[in-house]
């Protein structure tokens, strides 16, 4: 079993519409990523913090994604008016590189 | 950009050895090769990582060539559940900003 939860697993949304995911490191880890997947793709890296600080963003990291880590240890990634496009599986991971089951998300 | 190569797919037959290949030709000297795997619908897991040396563990051998270009994964005995797909990557260690690339697809037939 992996070191990581992620919740919700799944998440079906319209069109428009916020969601929010969270990711919960079992253990103490300075380094938290965020990986995007999309079908038939490898992950790819969206963002990543040293405890509370977000110290890259990648430019699949749109203006309407945010990430938060405020107490440096569990972490959200808010997507605002969801688009098709955004649909994926979204995955975190540990500066251990252990990574979570993910949590995919349909956008309608 | 990935900074590796692998094929596509590849069938195994149940019991027998799976030797997955890797290029990674403009490997810096301070880079690593890991290999992770995914199973459907599942998060990435860890397999093995090596620098210049052989490696081996419960779940796999890697292999290293002496220019440190290529590698080759070897799953010693594939059983059904090693279906998944295979990502070679090489970097810094433990920078875990990883770049994926499309994997291998490997399917273990009974």
């Known amino acids: 079993d992996t070191g990581v939860s992620q919740n919700p697993r799944h998440k079906i949304t319209k069109r428009g519409q916020n969601v929010t995911f969270r990711c919960d490191p079992i253990?103490?880890?300075?380094?938290l990523y965020w990986y995007r997947q999309t079908l038939g793709q490898g992950p790819e890296f969206l963002t990543y913090?040293?405890?509370?600080?977000?110290?890259?963003k990648s430019r699949l990291l749109s203006d309407r994604f945010s990430a938060e880590r405020p107490k440096g240890s569990f972490s959200t990634l808010e997507i605002q008016r969801t688009e098709q496009g955004d649909s994926a599986m979204y995955l975190c991971?540990?500066?251990?590189?252990?990574f979570g089951p993910g949590t995919r998300l349909l956008v309608l | 950009d990935a900074k590796t190569t692998q094929p596509t797919s590849m069938d195994c037959a149940e019991g027998r050895a799976a030797n997955l290949p890797c290029n990674h030709s403009?490997?810096?000297?301070?880079?690593?090769v890991y290999w992770y795997r995914q199973i459907h619908s599942q998060g990435p897991q860890y397999i093995i990582h090596?620098?210049?040396n052989n490696e081996t563990n419960e779940m796999a051998s890697l292999i290293i060539t002496e220019d440190r270009k290529s590698s080759t994964l070897i799953l010693p005995h594939a059983t059904l559940r090693d279906t998944a797909v295979y990502y070679c990557?090489?970097?810094?260690?433990?920078?875990?900003?990883?770049?994926f690339g499309a994997g291998t697809t490997v399917t273990v037939r009974a």
């Open positions: 991971a540990t500066g251990d590189g252990d």
């Open positions: 253990s103490e880890h300075n380094r």
């Open positions: 913090f040293q405890n509370e600080a977000q110290l890259e």
């Open positions: 403009t490997i810096s000297g301070n880079e690593y």
């Open positions: 090596g620098l210049k």
């Open positions: 990557i090489v970097r810094v260690y433990n920078d875990y900003k990883l770049s």
